[in-house]
């Protein structure tokens, strides 16, 4: 009998044919086939109003608290993240925690004093909840499932259709941080590392950018779990285009390479949750990180394009490629198997 | 140190003050403050656009495949009843899944399939979605979380605080059902009882009711964790009124009697999930039976009223009463402990 496996949620290959196969195929509709972060639906009936960007994100990560953050605040900024990539401003969150029994009352009580300040600095009201209490043994400590309601920006379009070859992919800063220090957390207090998640929101950054560059703004994406490899073939798949990313121009701090290296992790696949892998219009792209420096996002870098048909890879054909420190190009896949479970 | 129990996930007292002391405390925004099964919303900045309704609700419900129905059908279910006990238009749902490692695939697909279907029938799309899979015995099985958005009917205006004496509460139809189905299932097959879970939706009965009834409506609710009695107690606390029900006027199938008497639970504190209890003006009870008789639920009746300083009960101050079948009065309180753990 075929079984879910945890691969089924480290958001690569599996994940991507148990959607397909299972959620896709029995809800199939425009909203959910686009697969983004976010469902950006229309307004209603005679509305004149905006429309609106729907998401929802389950939070399984272990330990609840970690260096640089918890489940609270990292629910907070994941969901106003999917929102803010969507190119809308959040607005309303709802929250339902599922709690063992047993679990300490001053633990859940931290937890959401730290999903308020979280919700404060990004903007966002707490409107809806709902709590569940099960058996122990039933569940791990805590899981915190928050979905958001946010209002698209207006004049905003962003689509992988926009996708043109000669676009530049630009982070925000430097990646790994958020797996890492997950990883880190779980060997111990021993392991000696002090890398810290990088959990934060992206909302404001991302509207300054948007209403600043307009339509040179081609697509966002924040790298999660898979991190910004499986991020990168999402958009060549998407896109429908050859997209190259540069091994060596990837901001990494030696930290998490030292980690990674410990533990046997690539960090182009760990997770982020204050990043955002942004496409924009080469003409655009000076003053694109020129604002992301004004910004404080001083790690801010050119990490690859999309092919040209004059380049060296023009005749590759659709796909995402890695160019290697070494110098040679690589096919890159999406995460297999389960690097790191319950990373968020 | 002071720990999490099954009780604060029922539903009742325990669940109510820990809302009040964790989450309002923390997340304190008027939105919330209304503890309705809903958050209802302005429209955004130069709308002339509808209120949006917000709801969340986890799933925990074990087993997940009951008689009547299963997680899934639940979720929907439950998700769209309380976007419509808001006087809203159920318009989109996201879905979170949450999953054990070595869960059958064949029962999530069983379980998407039936969600799909629920959708379907209550005339709303999943847009956005999210799977995690813990490892095996870190969560048990699968839950489901589901939030809703819906638009706000027109012109509908429900409030405790348009609770007035005179006023009659009218349920939908018998009660228990959905509970005594989860615990008969719990038993085996050997118990011998063919309750059927009453999992149904009721936005479309409900937008009905209240555009044909107006004003005449003034709230509704539906009496799922902590039962019709607990729904009656918080009415009677948020709208500061004396709100008797009557014991006999309450139908209760047979088999459920039987089945709470075999297993020591009262019909009162069952959760129901096809169930609303509608608070209507006396003048617009006859038209508000007769709606719903043609709408298929020939189980409706007046269950209870609000007291009139002119009848017996009219010295007794605020609170909720019941009257029993045996003729006495007795104050009713809200589900204490945990009557029924997983039972949504």
């Known amino acids: 009998m075929k079984r879910i496996t945890l691969g089924h949620g480290a958001g690569g290959t599996l994940t991507s044919d148990l959607v397909r196969q299972v959620f896709l195929h029995h809800f199939m509709n425009p909203y959910l086939e686009a697969l983004s972060d976010s469902a950006v639906l229309p307004p209603g009936d005679g509305d004149s109003a905006t429309s609106l960007a729907v998401t929802t994100d389950a939070f399984v990560v272990t330990p609840i608290f970690f260096p640089g953050g918890d489940i609270g605040e990292l629910a907070v900024f994941g969901t106003v993240n999917d929102l803010a990539v969507a190119g809308a401003r959040p607005a309303y969150l709802t929250a339902s925690f599922i709690i063992e029994e047993g679990f300490a009352y001053a633990d859940l009580d931290r937890v959401a004093a730290s999903m308020a300040r979280a919700a404060r600095r990004a903007g966002v009201q707490v409107v809806a909840g709902d709590t569940k209490v099960v058996e122990r043994g039933s569940c791990d400590g805590l899981f915190i499932v928050t979905s ?29 941080q958020h797996g890492a220090a997950i990883m880190c957390a779980r060997q111990g207090e021993d392991f000696g590392t002090s890398i810290r998640s990088d959990c934060s929101p992206l909302a404001g950054v991302l509207e300054t950018l948007l209403v600043e560059l307009g339509e040179g703004i081609k697509w966002l994406r924040d790298p999660t779990r898979g991190g910004l490899a499986t991020t990168v073939v999402e958009l060549a798949e998407s896109a429908g285009q050859c997209v ?46 020129a604002l992301l420096s004004e910004a404080g996002q001083d790690q801010a870098a050119v990490v690859g394009q999309v092919a040209t048909s004059q380049g060296m890879m023009g005749s590759w054909g659709a796909g995402a490629y890695l160019r290697t420190r070494l110098g040679g190009t690589k096919t890159l896949d999406r995460l297999t198997g389960h690097q790191m479970p319950r990373i968020c």
């Open 148 to 176: 958001g309601v946010g209002r698209l920006i207006p004049g905003v379009s962003l689509s992988s259709a926009r996708v043109l070859p000669g676009d530049c992919l630009v982070i925000n800063g430097a990646v790994g």
């Open 244 to 289: 190259v990313l540069e091994e060596e121009a990837v901001p990494i701090p030696d930290d998490v390479c030292g980690a990674c290296e410990m533990l046997g992790l690539d960090p182009l696949y760990l997770a982020n949750e204050g990043k955002v892998l942004i496409v924009a219009a080469p003409e655009a792209t000076p003053r694109l990180l």
